[in-house]
């Protein structure tokens, strides 16, 4: 009869970041070893609180699934002497598996035993299954306490294991598991006892826990918005502020509070970071996307004294954005071109001088970039706002609220009568922020994104500082990933490389140091390269072979996998691909190719392959500049016949060196055909 499993790992209070990769963690670990110990289930459901970590496992059976292996021994030579009787290596592969040598199976000149494994009762294995699933979990950070060896996220607490109504018995960190769970640290009545999976749901909820972070989230989303119903607005809930206040609580209740009028006179940003960013408040607008002197929170915990709670919240929001108007006012006595000095005074990275040079570089790379995409109209918008990009980091605002870097200098350039343009250039460069943010819009903002982030990625490459596994406390990867995208987003023909050199040379980076640090960097976006086509469903092969030839253009990589995303799986460019890796294998160690001399043809099939060559040659040559990748490949198609021809009615390597040769010329003339657009040899055969 099956059973229902509860396992749950209460802790001190788990960092809210935390919450959604543990939980994922924990349900694909559960899933594997239950798969992997032939346990059969149902249903896996994980649940999570900042206090726990809970796992429940639907109609588990009770016994083990029974197991047959056919198991590979020594070969026949080794396990059988000259009577055809079991040598010791025989005898000892039997003993091994368990079985008689006279049972062993002779098969393709091996020995091999059949095993029958016979299922274990499913409670004897759980005790070491849910063991190891605590083991297994991997956290950003984790920590030691009392005297254990054992790490984890937070001090273990208590443990429930429970299969049907049976305690599953183990210790760790010298918590024993039992029935024994907790309710809200506040508001519930102490130690509660479970005797089931449907019994834990009902206790848990009496006890001011609501265990399950979706209905959590939908509650919290409902109230929210009800909320800002009543005061006449809409609440601006950003999803990873709601994904956030999921895990800050076990029973939430939101709430409303007010600001004075007053403070709506600073930039809305300005208002809304401390907060969101600060305070994990929603903000709410009017109809018409004007922000509201009104705020909404969520409580962990019931209605009662809500009046206090929500006093308390106003006061600390008051006290937040009195700090921010004051700053701001503070902040409009200095234009941002006399704060320039100030940059002097802040080291951009050990070795590499300060801010204020690093602002001289941006702004001249930033209009070197614009020479090498030819967009040099619109220099002067460039050059002003390069110098100006960093003048908000000396502000008051921006030294209180670092998320408004750039958000800050917009707004004070603006004040300071700069030209709009300079103003969202400022804006846009720190852009994108973090995964899914918005790209620049504007070709200033763009270029000197650019700029700013291979300054960065240079600068910290050049101090050995390179990003390894997890660790990448530059964000480097984040920016190269930004880089990547605004090149293919603008549609911009560039050159990596020449960006990197540029970058190099107003770095000052020495000589010798240069090819290998531009080796390390070039591999670094290419893996980049590489997850912005894998992140769009583009087949492994394609972004193999796309990027089996040059990937310094990102945009024209681009291009070309896509191409061969919208015309490689047709049955005709299969045939191509086919019919030019048969081409690409024979001359693949051909180097020195000599001219092609028609006198040398033998056949009519070899007229006819140079003929549609050379066709071939004049368009792919005029379609490689206009960029029409799926221009070539559907070129290469009417290629697929003649090379199908000649390969019936001639073969390439004959003793005659001279026909040898030419034909070997012809081949590996088609072969370079496709070079611009990729590696055919990489694509896999559907």
Not at 109 to 122: F, I, W
Not at 127 to 144: A, G, T
Not at 254 to 279: D, N, W
Request: with cysteine.
């Amino acid at each position: 009869m099956a059973k229902d499993l509860l396992f749950e790992i209460g802790t001190e209070e788990i960092p809210a970041r935390f919450m959604a990769g543990a939980l994922s963690q924990l349900e694909n670990i559960a899933r594997n070893k239950f798969n992997e110990l032939r346990v059969g289930y149902r249903d896996i459901q994980v649940l999570g609180t900042p206090r726990r970590l809970a796992l429940i496992v639907r109609d588990v059976v009770e016994e083990q699934a029974d197991k047959n292996s056919e198991n590979k021994g020594p070969s026949i030579k080794i396990a059988f002497d000259a009577n055809h009787l079991p040598t010791k290596a025989a005898q000892g592969f039997a003993r091994g598996q368990g079985v008689d040598p006279v049972d062993l199976v002779v098969k393709d000149g091996y020995v091999y035993a059949l095993v029958h494994e016979v299922g274990k009762p499913v409670s004897t294995l759980l005790p070491e299954i849910l063991s190891n699933i605590i083991d297994s979990l991997n956290f950003p950070k984790n920590m030691r306490w009392a005297d254990f060896d054992r790490k984890f996220v937070r001090p273990i607490r208590w443990i429930v294991a429970l299969f049907g109504s049976e305690v599953i018995p183990f210790t760790i960190t010298k918590v024993s598991t039992g029935n024994v769970t907790r309710g809200h640290r506040f508001l519930s009545k102490g130690e509660l006892i479970v005797n089931s999976v449907d019994d834990y749901f009902t206790v848990l909820q009496e006890n001011y826990v609501m265990v399950n972070q979706e209905e959590r989230r939908s509650v919290i989303r409902e109230q929210v918005q009800e909320i800002a119903l009543s005061q006449g607005g809409t609440a601006a809930i950003d999803e990873d502020l709601l994904e956030e206040v999921v895990y800050l609580v076990e029973y939430p209740t939101a709430l409303c509070g007010r600001f004075e009028e007053k403070y709506l006179s600073l930039p809305p940003e300005a208002v809304i970071t401390p907060m969101r960013e600060h305070q994990r408040y929603f903000p709410v607008v009017s109809k018409d996307g004007k922000l509201l002197p009104v705020f909404i929170t969520v409580r962990n915990g019931s209605a009662d004294h809500i009046d206090i709670v929500r006093h308390g919240n106003e006061r600390v929001l008051k006290a937040r954005l009195a700090d921010a108007q004051f700053f701001f006012e503070e902040d409009k006595k200095i234009k941002l071109i006399d704060r320039l000095d100030k940059l002097k005074t802040i080291v951009f990275q050990e070795g590499l001088g300060t801010v204020y040079d690093k602002t001289i570089r941006i702004e001249h790379l930033a209009l070197a970039i614009a020479k090498f995409i030819g967009t040099e109209n619109v220099n002067r918008i460039i050059e002003r706002s390069a110098k100006l990009a960093k003048a908000d980091l000396v502000t008051g605002m921006v030294c209180e609220f670092t998320e408004l870097q750039g958000t800050m200098g917009k707004e004070y350039a603006l004040l300071n009568g700069e030209q709009p343009e300079v103003a969202q250039a400022i804006f846009e460069h720190y852009l994108p922020r973090f995964a899914g943010d918005i790209l620049p819009e504007s070709v200033a903002g763009k270029v000197i994104s650019i700029a700013d982030k291979l300054d960065n990625i240079v600068a910290t490459f050049s101090r050995g500082l390179i990003p390894t596994g997890s660790q990448d406390p530059y964000a480097l990867r984040r920016q190269a990933l930004g880089i990547v995208n605004i090149l293919i987003d603008s549609s911009y023909h560039v050159s990596m490389n020449a960006m990197l050199v540029q970058t190099m040379d107003l770095l000052g980076i020495v000589p010798e140091k240069r090819e290998k640090l531009l080796i390390e960097i070039q591999e670094f976006f290419r893996l980049r390269i590489k997850n912005v086509l894998a992140d769009e469903n583009i087949r492994y092969d394609i972004v193999d072979a796309v990027m089996g030839t040059s990937v310094d253009d990102v945009y024209d990589t681009w291009l070309r996998a896509k191409a061969m995303v919208n015309d490689g799986g047709s049955s005709e460019m299969q045939k191509a691909v086919q019919a030019f890796t048969r081409v690409g294998n024979l001359v693949k160690n051909v180097t020195d190719v000599q001219a092609i001399d028609e006198s040398l043809f033998t056949v009519d099939e070899e007229r006819v392959l140079y003929f549609a060559y050379k066709d071939a040659y004049e368009d792919i040559q005029s379609m490689t500049e206009r960029k029409d990748y799926c221009g070539i490949l559907n070129t290469m198609i009417t290629m697929t016949e003649p090379i199908d021809a000649f390969f019936g009615a001639v073969m390439v390597m004959v003793e005659d060196i001279a026909v040898k040769n030419n034909r070997l010329a012809l081949l590996k003339r088609i072969t370079d055909l496709t070079t611009n657009v990729a590696d055919l040899s990489k694509i896999v055969a559907l």
